[in-house]
């Protein structure tokens, strides 16, 4: 029969991958009536000398995707550059492992008068910005629709900030500062 097996195409699970009188069934596989199933969506794989017919299972490894939009903490900022670690896509499945992100001036600035990173965001908050780039470390924008802050801690006495009248300010102290503030801003 034509087999699917050493193609480099996923099966998904029931994807019907040869019979048993030509095959021995190996991992991620299952028979029914004589036929051999994938169990796992992975790519089909035949063992030719020992005729074992098994599914490498795909490993669903998350990355930042080019033009998608991530969260990403501010380790560092100067006044043209800032360094991230882009955590996630959505907040409710971070990550694994954080990758890095980098943000320039000329990505941030939404009128010539910025001239410095540091009003626009701030060491330790928590951003949402498009992903530009396609490999670590990503390069960030913050020129992107709900682009901007999300979460912000006082530098004074690390409260969570509130959002107020488009400014931030700490609900424990009252400092107050303006920055640029996305709409997804959470509040507590
Ligand atoms: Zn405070």
Known sequence: METILNREQDVLPGTLLGVIEEFIPGANVYEIDGKIFSSVIGIPRLDMIKRVAWVEPRSR???????????????????????????????????????????????????????????????????????????????????????????????????YQRLKGGKLVCPRCGFEESRRVSQLYISF
């Open 61 to 159: 490894v998350q990355t930042p995707t080019q033009g998608s939009m991530v969260y990403a903490f501010v380790t560092s900022v100067r006044e043209e550059i800032a360094m991230l670690r882009v955590i996630a896509q959505d907040l409710r499945n971070p990550y694994k492992h954080g990758f890095g992100g980098i943000l320039h001036i000329s990505q941030a600035r939404s009128s010539p008068g910025e001239r410095n990173l540091q009003e626009i965001i701030r060491l330790g908050d928590l951003v949402y910005a498009k992903v530009l780039s396609k490999s670590n470390p990503y390069i960030l924008s913050l020129k992107a629709p709900k682009a901007g802050v999300v979460l912000s801690l006082c530098p004074k006495c690390v409260s």
